[in-house]
């Protein structure tokens, strides 16, 4: 796949696409987390960012293990985003939760 991308010199470009993606998958994946599970969930994307970090160091192919290293550090910033969410349900900007107790 790497020689394709590099063949047609368009690698950074496919690369810019995917990690916009990624980053822009996990905006609405925080808002759910935090809307059914709180800020309980940040373990889970410890585990997954560590699991991507992990797996970027394994692969050999530069694009894949470019796109495992965004995924990875996109997972520890949903960490700090989720306890954000939660700020940001407090001051009324997103919805409660209304099965959930909250600590505010």
Request: aromatic share 18%.
């Amino acid at each position: 796949m790497e020689e394709l991308l590099t063949e047609y010199r368009v690698a950074g470009l496919a690369l810019g696409i995917c990690t916009f993606l990624i980053i822009g998958l996990f905006h609405p994946v925080v808002i759910k987390a935090e809307y059914h599970w709180g800020t309980r969930c940040w373990w889970l994307f410890l585990l997954l960012g560590l699991g991507g970090v992990v797996a970027s160091v394994c692969v050999a192919d530069f694009f894949v293990s470019a796109l495992l290293g965004v995924f990875a550090f996109s997972s520890f910033w949903t960490i700090k985003e989720v306890f954000d969410q939660e700020k940001r349900v407090r001051k009324g900007w997103f919805p409660k939760n209304p099965r959930r107790k909250y600590k505010f």
